[in-house]
């Protein structure tokens, strides 16, 4: 490509509303521009590496053996009633009416399209196992859209769900799928992780993500540092402390503490570590039979924080997890927020297996403006039922022995979930076995971001100057910078001679011909991203070099003429070409 | 790809709702499902077409020097309140809301997008002109959506806008796309023709359609028996008929025509051919600057039809067309409609061109249950204002002055259109000119219909067997079809390698190895419409031959093994692989 001839949009100033450092540089490289909140066009630059994305997932899916298909956005409200998701799913379900006022989304998501799909085409078991996937546009509509096509409304998703006669085939399948992510982002030269991660409300028995490891992430992500053990911090398990809890050593008392109503506040106040304190979190409980719900108190070390993904799925708690108000607190237990404590308190209690560990704590008094020290559970306050209610920390241990736990921010770019029948038990998706009985198919999910990648990719690789491709998703792999070709016929010659050359080799290459200034084409080049760069000048010429830089490189190089296609074959992870 | 491994959904059934022979075949080929009105899944084998339609497209249009941009689908409605459609767009715009209740729409087209992307990017005229297209999906909110993606409601679309210092360069550009889309149709393999076409809604002063000819087509297009002239029906020019008008011969007489309404009613009863009778239809005036609007009186000879976008193209006409109602007539010329005539009518007057040219002619006598014979203009009607007023009819002159004109069925598959300075005016997009001035760009817009071109081509290319894909937009290039491979090894082998050497070689292959009866394989490998097919059996290999035969071949004929590279190479339009 000519850039004569081609929007070169760079800007030199950094946005103001673009928070994190890729959704500034697409901007400023000129790969995307805003149309409204959640909403980009993708310009010709930034569509180059989009497609490029796009083609090593659907390879490697295909590779996998599984197949393409393209279903509609708009998706009828019907399917949704049938799987029970168009009353549950919030706010980021975009729903709309046509114009016989009949209800449709824009899809966030296909499980229902494609349940539908299959119960009508799969009709044996020897049809399965299958896997469809498509690369499509997607419509979610956050409450928040933010950080550029990281967290757009519209977006670009390979989704893949897979249909099974039984969970060991699906669990084969799930096995191919990890590795064909790993293979995917391999290919795109990430640095990633697959972490174990809750289901959630799609549902299911397993599910693992795969996350862009990158201090602007959304996500915490857990690591052993001995072993390959790694959760999102939704699912990492915070195992109880080693050894028996200590025995009680000291009385318990009763102490005024007015108006110290945080643990930090407290633990000043009295001169003990917040590790030494525990904290009451008063929940709502499940509904019993009559539709009446009591509280639940939730018992957590002062340092730790609550883990609700955990606590809503505990028997008792309802879900989704909903605090107590101030003044059902008050009624509940006599007492206002502040003041809560274990001991003699009239609702149940669920405590987290590091505060069951302590003796000798502190906690509320259950008496506006007092708190207990040298509590001890059993003597001073029942036990009772004892969860993993926390979220892990840096230097917990292990859940599988080996090692502690290290934390690392983490962006979702892909995620493969086992629906199990979740959608087909719901939808009635059958085949008919070996004895032609009828089974409810097994199914699995299989998702990627394809334009978040983009963003991910930039987010690991990029410096003051700008962009930083790896060569497989480079919009251009090869930057030609002639200077002053306008005025020297044979460095415009020379530039196109390279430029065919390199093009007829198989290189993207871009011939930056642009009557600008030097340092103009190189910055832009350089914001770009572009990783390979050779420069054509008269004086070069005239002792029959280029000027070679790679964008990772601090130092220029002189490479004879002749040898540089060669020389950047060299140099390309394409060497095979 | 292996048969056994991919979705082959044949189905033997017409199904009863597909009107036309390529919705009925690309549903039972298993190219398609239906999800809602309007809505399709592309499946597996239907996708590979659309992907190689979508291709070639984009090839050529990079070709001609466009760039690939991708814009939302979801579109904000103040862009289009600047435009001025968001109130003039009917039913078909899909108008939604988000979760803050802000009105978007999925969009039906992109010129407020671009034109907003571009008055921010583009400031000088150094950087014009410029083309930028998309391949993207759309939706229309079709009230009548048929004939599976033919006229669906979500369809994949490419549209192209070019934005111009002038109306020379627009003209430049504008005939590149119509060579492009040329190269395009070309490629594609479809009979088509580019016509002349009026530019309608959308605004602009020149457009032409592209239609594939197909008699299922849903427009008339007009050509020239001489001349290269082409034009659709709404465009097609009927010129005045050759020679002066005959002088008056008879003289005017009033008939009684007792429950004679209709023309032909009328013309049996008194004996004279429908073409020596006016008819006249009145429809709405424009209205004048108090709100106010009378009727106008349309005259046509008996046997011509009324073109309604000439018709509410002309001054004094209101538009959109509006036909009086029987109470208006009645109000009007304090006569029914059915008698109705130019003679002594007191509204104005617009005669068609034809109409105008006829002497001695019967009209209604604007009293219940009679006709005038004998009539001529001037001596006993005013001629007023003479218009082109009607469709061609076959054996019309040519408005080129050569030959007579042809109709023939079109699907419109491609359409260019010069639109001025509609939207950039609309939308304040300018750029600055060599002199620093601000100058408003003047715009093209260029469409095909992508997803629609698969359905084209079937209509063009089938027999009773199913679809014939021509070679380029095939979804497999060649079929191997292994007869008894499950219990003969030697077949099994023999398909398995001579799959590996057309797969090297590059073709795109399917193997049929289904264990399935030949004539059941023979007949979905012809349903599906591969082009070419080699036949692997017991019976071939013992003699080292494989059976082939081309999709429009009636004739099998053997070929040997080591031959059908070769042989398939020189069958092949891409023997240049």
Request: glycine letters at 8%; proline letters at 4%.
């Given at each position: 490509?000519?850039?004569?001839?081609?929007?070169?949009?760079?800007?030199?100033?950094?946005?103001?509303?673009?928070?994190?450092?890729?959704?500034?540089?697409?901007?400023r490289?000129?790969?995307?521009?805003?149309?409204?909140?959640?909403?980009?066009?993708?310009?010709?630059?930034?569509?180059r590496?989009?497609?490029?994305?796009?083609?090593?997932?659907?390879?490697?899916?295909?590779?996998?053996?599984?197949?393409?298909?393209?279903?509609?956005?708009?998706?009828?409200?019907e399917?949704?009633?049938?799987?029970?998701?168009?009353?549950?799913?919030?706010?980021?379900?975009?729903?709309?009416?046509?114009?016989?006022?009949?209800?449709?989304?824009?899809?966030?998501t296909?499980?229902?399209?494609?349940?539908?799909?299959?119960r009508?085409?799969?009709?044996?078991?020897?049809?399965?196992?299958?896997?469809?996937?498509?690369?499509?546009?997607?419509?979610?509509?956050?409450?928040?859209?933010?950080?550029?096509?990281?967290?757009?409304?519209?977006?670009?998703m390979?989704?893949?769900?897979?249909f099974?006669?039984?969970?060991?085939?699906?669990?084969?399948?799930?096995?191919?799928?990890?590795?064909?992510?790993?293979?995917?982002?391999?290919?795109?030269?990430?640095?990633?992780?697959?972490?174990?991660?809750?289901?959630?409300?799609?549902?299911?028995?397993?599910?693992?993500?795969?996350?862009?490891?990158?201090?602007?992430?959304?996500?915490?992500?857990?690591?052993?540092?001995?072993?390959s053990?790694?959760?999102?911090?939704?699912?990492?398990?915070?195992?109880?402390?080693?050894?028996?809890?200590?025995?009680?050593?000291?009385?318990?008392?009763?102490?005024?503490?007015?108006?110290?109503?945080?643990?930090?506040?407290?633990?000043?106040?009295?001169?003990?570590?917040?590790?030494?304190t525990?904290?009451?979190?008063?929940?709502?409980?499940?509904?019993?039979?009559?539709?009446?719900?009591?509280?639940?108190a939730l018992?957590?070390?002062?340092?730790?924080?609550?883990?609700?993904?955990?606590?809503?799925?505990?028997?008792?708690?309802?879900?989704?997890?909903?605090?107590?108000?101030?003044?059902?607190?008050?009624?509940?237990?006599?007492?206002k927020?502040?003041?809560?404590?274990?001991?003699?308190?009239n609702?149940?209690?669920?405590?987290?297996?590091?505060?069951?560990?302590?003796?000798?704590?502190?906690?509320?008094?259950?008496?506006?403006?007092?708190?207990?020290?040298?509590?001890?559970w059993?003597?001073?306050?029942?036990?009772?039922?004892?969860?993993?209610?926390?979220?892990?920390?840096?230097?917990?241990?292990?859940?599988?022995?080996?090692?502690?736990?290290?934390?690392?921010?983490?962006i979702?770019?892909?995620?493969?979930?086992?629906?199990?029948?979740?959608?087909?038990?719901?939808?009635?998706?059958?085949?008919?076995?070996?004895?032609?009985?009828?089974?409810?198919?097994?199914?699995?999910?299989?998702?990627?971001?394809?334009?978040?990648?983009?963003?991910?990719?930039?987010?690991?690789?990029?410096?003051?100057?700008?962009?930083?491709?790896?060569?497989?998703?480079?919009?251009?792999?090869?930057?030609?910078?002639?200077?002053?070709?306008?005025?020297?016929?044979?460095?415009?010659?020379?530039?196109?001679?390279?430029?065919?050359?390199?093009?007829q080799?198989?290189?993207?290459?871009?011939?930056?011909?642009?009557?600008?200034?030097?340092?103009?084409?190189?910055?832009?080049?350089?914001?770009?991203?572009?990783?390979?760069?050779?420069?054509?000048?008269?004086?070069?010429?005239?002792?029959?070099?280029?000027?070679?830089?790679?964008?990772?490189?601090?130092?220029?190089?002189?490479?004879?003429?002749?040898?540089?296609?060669?020389?950047?074959?060299?140099?390309?992870?394409?060497?095979?070409?």
């Amino acid at each position: 490509m000519r850039a004569s001839r081609y929007l070169i949009a760079t800007q030199k100033e950094t946005p103001a509303d673009a928070e994190v450092i890729s959704h500034q540089l697409m901007l400023r490289a000129g790969m995307i521009r805003k149309l409204a909140a959640g909403l980009y066009t993708w310009l010709p630059m930034g569509l180059r590496t989009l497609r490029k994305v796009e083609r090593i997932v659907r390879e490697e899916m295909d590779k996998s053996g599984a197949q393409e298909v393209l279903m509609p956005a708009v998706q009828p409200a019907e399917l949704w009633e049938e799987s029970g998701r168009w009353d549950q799913y919030g706010g980021e379900l975009l729903r709309l009416n046509d114009r016989h006022g009949r209800d449709f989304c824009f899809g966030p998501t296909h499980e229902e399209v494609i349940t539908d799909l299959v119960r009508h085409e799969l009709k044996s078991y020897k049809e399965l196992p299958a896997n469809f996937y498509q690369i499509q546009t997607k419509f979610r509509d956050e409450r928040r859209p933010r950080f550029g096509v990281m967290r757009a409304r519209e977006f670009v998703m390979k989704d893949a769900y897979s249909f099974h006669l039984n969970a060991e085939s699906l669990g084969e399948t799930y096995d191919v799928m990890h590795r064909t992510y790993c293979a995917i982002f391999d290919r795109l030269g990430l640095d990633y992780r697959p972490v174990q991660a809750d289901s959630g409300a799609i549902g299911g028995s397993a599910s693992h993500e795969f996350h862009v490891l990158a201090s602007s992430g959304e996500d915490d992500i857990v690591f052993s540092t001995e072993s390959s053990y790694a959760a999102n911090i939704e699912k990492a398990e915070a195992v109880a402390p080693a050894g028996e809890r200590a025995a009680p050593s000291e009385e318990l008392q009763e102490i005024a503490t007015p108006d110290q109503r945080t643990i930090e506040s407290v633990s000043q106040f009295l001169g003990v570590d917040t590790t030494r304190t525990v904290k009451t979190l008063l929940v709502k409980g499940e509904e019993d039979e009559n539709g009446q719900s009591g509280l639940v108190a939730l018992i957590l070390r002062g340092d730790h924080t609550l883990n609700e993904i955990k606590a809503e799925k505990l028997e008792g708690v309802a879900e989704p997890l909903t605090m107590a108000t101030d003044e059902e607190i008050e009624q509940a237990t006599g007492c206002k927020p502040g003041s809560i404590g274990p001991v003699n308190l009239n609702v149940p209690v669920i405590v987290d297996r590091s505060a069951a560990h302590l003796a000798d704590f502190v906690c509320g008094a259950n008496k506006e403006g007092y708190h207990l020290t040298g509590v001890n559970w059993d003597r001073d306050a029942d036990l009772g039922r004892v969860e993993d209610l926390r979220n892990v920390v840096e230097g917990d241990p292990s859940p599988d022995g080996q090692g502690t736990l290290e934390i690392r921010r983490g962006i979702e770019v892909g995620h493969i979930f086992k629906l199990g029948d979740k959608y087909s038990q719901a939808m009635n998706a059958t085949v008919l076995d070996e004895h032609g009985k009828s089974i409810v198919m097994q199914m699995g999910c299989y998702g990627i971001g394809v334009s978040r990648i983009v963003a991910a990719s930039i987010e690991q690789n990029h410096d003051d100057k700008g962009i930083i491709w790896p060569d497989a998703i480079a919009p251009f792999e090869v930057a030609i910078v002639t200077l002053n070709a306008h005025k020297s016929p044979t460095v415009a010659e020379a530039g196109d001679k390279l430029y065919e050359q390199l093009r007829q080799a198989g290189f993207d290459v871009l011939l930056d011909d642009r009557n600008e200034r030097p340092g103009v084409k190189f910055a832009d080049m350089e914001l770009i991203g572009i990783p390979h760069r050779f420069v054509v000048s008269d004086r070069g010429l005239s002792a029959g070099t280029l000027e070679y830089k790679g964008r990772r490189d601090t130092d220029k190089q002189d490479v004879a003429i002749e040898d540089a296609l060669s020389f950047l074959i060299n140099r390309s992870p394409r060497k095979g070409l």
